[in-house]
């Protein structure tokens, strides 16, 4: 090979080396997609990625000197604009956020890591509900009319007499009646049957399709919320979603199909707050995340069951 052309290919290869570096560290721009910018608000952050088509997946997390003014999601979800990561907003101000760390997965396996460009965020605090002024009939007090006053104090009187009588009659038709007999009690169906039940009843996609994403991971939260409540003790139906999935993540540890119900928490809470609508393939994949759960706690329940009969037959021994 010449000098020549050997000074071609090496102008080449440092000229590429130069195009690769830069075009690394050029920011991915973000752009915020809330209705309402202002306290607990839930939202997206849009990621304007280079070729988006290619990407398989992708995860953004705030550093760890970022102030902590807005909350990701973590994963972020297709969408026809784009990429975008849900958020929650969390303290009112102007705040400058310098990047988000983005991990980048594309189709063909390889992983990338990129910076959001720095963007600002303004959070208002919730608006406040203003009472509507009073209105009045007349300016002035009218001259006191007695003859109505004793229709009234009259009318008054009539109906304390009667609700003297009523209570009487009441009060003796109490001391004449026989004892009553205690109604005999309702079994209560197992915590497990009950949850089976529920999740078949979505299972059919009947409310998702007739009532939207909204009703439908109400209903499939209500049953989980339920089911946790009813065998761990805790008020969970009392709960947020993201108390909810800390719960799960903290006090579950170790459970079969535990682990994946934080993120089916994570989008009812989407869908009921901030609008989400989802594909009817993530729809039955978190139905099948539920059912799985169940089907691990119905098998949990029945080896505990085992043990137990196999101790009381080793004690009566």
Request: neutral net charge.
């Amino acid at each position: 090979m010449s000098r020549r052309a050997t000074r071609l290919l090496v102008l080449l290869v440092g000229l590429l080396a130069v195009w690769t570096a830069v075009g690394a560290d050029t920011p991915v721009g973000v752009r915020l997609d809330v209705e309402r910018p202002e306290i607990g608000s839930h939202g997206w952050l849009v990621l304007d990625l280079p070729e988006p088509d290619s990407v398989a997946s992708v995860r953004a997390t705030l550093p760890a000197d970022a102030p902590r003014v807005l909350l990701p999601g973590g994963d972020a979800v297709r969408r026809d604009d784009g990429w975008a990561v849900p958020i929650r907003l969390l303290a009112e101000g102007t705040h400058q956020v310098a990047a988000l760390d983005v991990r980048v997965t594309t189709t063909d396996g390889q992983r990338q890591s990129l910076k959001t460009a720095s963007f600002a965020l303004e959070v208002a605090a919730p608006a406040a509900e203003v009472a509507a002024p009073l209105e009045y009939s007349q300016p002035f007090a009218a001259p006191p009319n007695w003859g109505r006053r004793a229709l009234v104090g009259l009318l008054a009187a009539l109906a304390l007499t009667l609700l003297a009588a009523l209570i009487y009659l009441l009060w003796r038709r109490r001391r004449q009646r026989p004892v009553a007999t205690a109604p005999l009690a309702v079994p209560e169906v197992p915590p497990l049957d009950e949850a089976r039940r529920a999740l078949g009843e979505l299972t059919s996609l009947a409310l998702f399709r007739t009532h939207g994403s909204k009703a439908h991971y109400a209903a499939l939260s209500h049953l989980l919320r339920r089911y946790l409540e009813r065998t761990c003790g805790v008020p969970a139906l009392e709960l947020t979603e993201d108390e909810v999935r800390d719960f799960v993540r903290r006090r579950l540890v170790g459970r079969a199909g535990a682990s994946p119900l934080g993120a089916v928490f994570d989008r009812a809470g989407l869908a009921k707050f901030a609008r989400w609508e989802a594909d009817e393939s993530v729809v039955r994949e978190d139905l099948g995340t539920a059912g799985a759960f169940l089907d691990a706690e119905a098998e949990r329940e029945r080896i505990a069951a085992a043990a137990r009969a196999t101790r009381r037959a080793g004690e009566a021994a």
